[in-house]
């Protein structure tokens, strides 16, 4: 099975920083990627989809980027509503979530 | 509106067994694959498994981790996709949510697709 690790764990940042947060895939994955934001108590959201691909209402400072097994998860002005943990998941070959990055207050 | 409304969570002993149900509405759940994830508290996701529509024969897939003891079915007629655990462990504790494809990000023959919907969640806390 295909093992997603993210890094950093945990990001201290300050609002209007900007933000990147790494995926690695243990084998290709080509761009299926997804990545989701999820705040205590709540359920995930999916933010960025086949890598790159920003879903319907996610605000544009959030991008993606990358294909085959590295992958960024760019903040580019970190605001209030950001502070939260996001996980990245591969859906190349069923599914798998990376262990959760969380973005925290400096 | 879609909605998916899981139930059925609660206090096991070790060595029980529990049935999970989620029940949507807002889409055509006939047609649509659905997911169970579960997230211990403080922990990350985990990916337990999928069931497809009966047009892709109801083809169940399991993560490494759980397969086994983890049966995932439906019932089309109540618009409903269940879990069935047996065996439980302590460290099954967790939130179980089902999930749903996200719409119109569906590619790869129907099988390459991130999560759209999310249940709220039903806690199985497994202790003696």
Same mark, same amino acid.
């Given at each position: @099975? ?6 950093? *764990?945990? +990001?201290?940042? *300050?609002?209007? @920083?900007?933000?990147?947060?790494? $995926?690695?895939?243990?084998? *290709? ?16 959201? +999916? +933010?960025? !989809?086949?890598?790159?691909? +920003? ?25 209030? @509503? @950001?502070?939260?943990?996001?996980? $990245?998941?591969? !859906?190349? *070959? ?13 | ?60 897939? =399991? ?16 618009? %409903?996709? =269940? ?12 939130? =179980?949510?089902? %999930? ?12 390459? =697709? ?7 969640? %039903? ?6």
């Amino acid at each position: @099975d295909i093992q997603m690790t993210q890094s950093p *764990s945990t +990001l201290s940042a *300050s609002v209007g @920083d900007r933000v990147t947060i790494t $995926c690695r895939a243990s084998q *290709s994955i080509s761009s299926w990627l997804a990545w989701y934001q999820q705040k205590p108590g709540k359920v995930p959201k +999916l +933010l960025i !989809y086949k890598a790159s691909n +920003l879903e319907s209402g996610v605000p544009s400072r959030f991008s993606g980027s990358g294909s085959g097994t590295e992958f960024t998860l760019t903040i580019s002005s970190l605001q209030p @509503d @950001d502070f939260a943990t996001y996980y $990245c998941q591969q !859906y190349n *070959s069923y599914w798998t979530f990376g262990q959760g990055t969380k973005v925290e207050i400096k | 509106e879609v909605q998916l409304v899981e139930s059925g969570g609660g206090l096991v002993q070790p060595g029980g067994s529990l049935k999970l149900s989620c029940a949507a509405s807002g889409f055509t759940f006939s047609d649509s694959a659905m997911h169970w994830v579960r997230q211990a508290s403080g922990k990350g996701l985990e990916w337990i498994g999928r069931i497809r529509s009966k047009g892709n024969n109801y083809a169940t897939v =399991y993560g490494v981790s759980v397969e086994g003891r983890f049966t995932i079915s439906r019932d089309d007629s109540k618009n %409903t996709v =269940y879990l069935q655990i047996n065996s439980l462990k302590t460290e099954d504790t967790a939130v =179980y949510y089902c %999930t749903s494809p996200a719409p119109g990000r569906v590619e790869c023959s129907g099988d390459c =697709y991130p999560f759209g919907y999310w249940g709220q969640g %039903t806690l199985v806390t497994v202790s003696s």
